[in-house]
């Protein structure tokens, strides 16, 4: 079973910034907080990883709690490709994804 | 660089049917992940290599069920007597260490008729 909880859905209009909530409460402490994304038909998209320390790439922004219980995946200026299913899991070591259902976002113009 | 490529992209067959699905990774990887997606469901872990060998096999769904690496690159997955419930997108992973992180290939749908 996935470790993390999303929301089902989440609305975002164009331009905007998107703040996706992961709830991951029993996370571990060598557990990795991973964020995916699928475009409708397409294999699914890394986005970002983190330990514990905010992490920034070209992509999007992951900030951590600090007790690790909980991430926000910021998409600074949504576009109408950003639409997607998000998927927050945590990984450690060599383990496989477990995915769960994911936040589908739409971006809205 | 070439990411992860899979082919077909799109597979129909009959009911009992053998089907044999491939996956390039990307060069350099050692570690490759196979999953399964149902329509609407999130990716489900299948099989992982490390090199040549099967680390982890433990979510393929029975013995008709089957993958190789022979030369610890490409990988094929092998479905036996195929069933109308194997019809999912069959998605590739891979990444440089199994501790590193993953990336997909586009997958390959297969519809069992």
């Known amino acids: 079973d996935a470790k993390t909880t999303q929301p089902t859905s989440m609305d975002c209009a164009e331009g905007r910034a998107a703040n996706l909530p992961c709830n991951h409460s029993?996370?571990?402490?060598?557990?990795?907080v991973y964020w995916y994304r699928q475009i409708h038909s397409q294999g699914p998209q890394y986005i970002i990883h983190?330990?514990?320390n905010n992490e920034t790439n070209e992509m999007a922004s992951l900030i951590i709690t600090e007790d690790r219980k909980s991430s926000t995946l910021i998409l600074p200026h949504a576009t109408l490709r950003d639409t997607a299913v998000y998927y927050c899991?945590?990984?450690?070591?060599?383990?496989?994804?477990?995915f769960g259902k994911g936040t589908r976002l739409s971006v809205i113009a | 660089g070439a990411g992860v490529s899979q082919t077909p992209s799109n597979k129909v067959t009959e009911k009992g049917k053998y089907v044999e699905l491939r996956c390039d990774p990307i060069?350099?990887?050692?570690?490759l992940y196979w999953y399964r997606q149902s329509l609407g469901q999130g990716p489900e872990f299948l099989i992982y290599?490390?090199?040549?060998?099967?680390?982890?096999d433990s979510g393929l769904p029975n013995d008709r069920f089957f993958a190789v690496r022979p030369e610890g690159s490409v990988s094929t997955l092998k479905i036996q007597r195929t069933e109308r419930g194997d019809s999912a997108v069959y998605l590739c992973?891979?990444?440089?260490?199994?501790?590193?992180?993953?990336?997909f290939g586009p997958g390959t749908r297969l519809t069992v008729l």
């Open positions: 060069s350099g990887h050692t570690a």
């Open positions: 899991i945590v990984r450690k070591g060599n383990t496989p994804l477990v």
């Open positions: 983190g330990l514990k």
């Open positions: 992973a891979s990444s440089l260490t199994a501790t590193d992180t993953q990336y």
């Open positions: 029993t996370i571990s402490g060598n557990e990795y």
């Open positions: 290599f490390q090199g040549t060998g099967a680390a982890d």
